[in-house]
């Protein structure tokens, strides 16, 4: 079973850093392309980020490059999002999925950016 | 990133169908696209559903009822989700997402109410 952990989030003032971390398991990690997906409160989903299989390909949403970085350990089955220079409206809840089709989602982790 | 743009709610009586649309900007052709379809409940992480890109090329997520469908209407550039039979059960947000490049991007959702 395809199961999905994340980790990291909390309350941080802005211009503060955070790294959060995706647990992966029930899959051959390695083999599939990661997301980061957020939802602010109350509001809809925002795709972040995503990274393959290999680390070869990356990409970003504008409202993030420059500031998030993506990165993963197939080693340890595991996702991450570096997040620098927060701001407020970067508080949401941050999911992970697995695979272009976003078929399989974590339960989430609410970051709060606040004075 | 383009805009995808979902009408915020709708409506349907269990037993009817509901007709759930995702209209894509001029310049990105539904045709060319294959279009995700998420359902959201409050607390809970988004589900996939389903992708669709032509009749004879779609696929349903794991445990996704059958009277779950997708299609397109190329005249107005626009996925469309199907349900049949209406279930008080099926109330929730709903979410296109499309890959038209390097980059991911939701619509807006809309809420389906089951009257």
């Known amino acids: 079973e395809v199961h999905l952990v994340e980790s990291g989030g909390g309350l941080v003032k802005p211009g503060g850093s955070l790294r959060l971390s995706c647990a992966a398991s029930g899959f051959p990690f390695s083999s599939y392309s990661m997301n980061w997906v957020r939802q602010a409160p109350g509001k809809g989903l925002e795709w972040v980020s995503s990274?393959?299989?290999?680390?070869?390909?990356?990409s970003y949403a504008d409202s993030v490059r420059g500031r998030f970085t993506i990165s993963r350990d197939n080693a340890k089955n595991s996702l991450f999002l570096q997040m620098n220079s927060l701001r407020a409206e970067d508080t949401a809840v941050y999911y992970c999925?697995?695979?272009?089709?976003?078929?399989?989602w974590g339960q989430g982790t609410l970051v709060t950016v606040s004075s | 990133q383009p805009v995808v743009t979902q009408p915020p709610s709708s409506s349907a009586s269990p037993g009817e169908s509901a007709r759930l649309t995702c209209t894509l900007p001029g310049d990105i052709d539904v045709g060319s696209n294959n279009i995700y379809w998420y359902q959201q409940k409050p607390g809970s992480p988004p589900r996939y559903l389903l992708y669709h890109f032509s009749d004879s090329d779609q696929g349903l997520g794991s445990g996704v009822p059958s009277r779950f469908s997708g299609s397109k209407d190329a005249s107005a550039n626009t996925g469309i989700l199907l349900i049949s039979g209406v279930q008080s059960e099926d109330e929730a947000d709903y979410y296109c997402?499309?890959?038209?490049?390097?980059?991911?991007?939701f619509g807006g959702g809309t809420k389906l109410t089951v009257l």
């Open positions: 997402m499309i890959w038209p490049g390097n980059a991911c991007v």
């Open positions: 990274i393959s299989g290999n680390s070869g390909y990356i």
């Open positions: 999925a697995r695979d272009s089709s976003a078929s399989y």
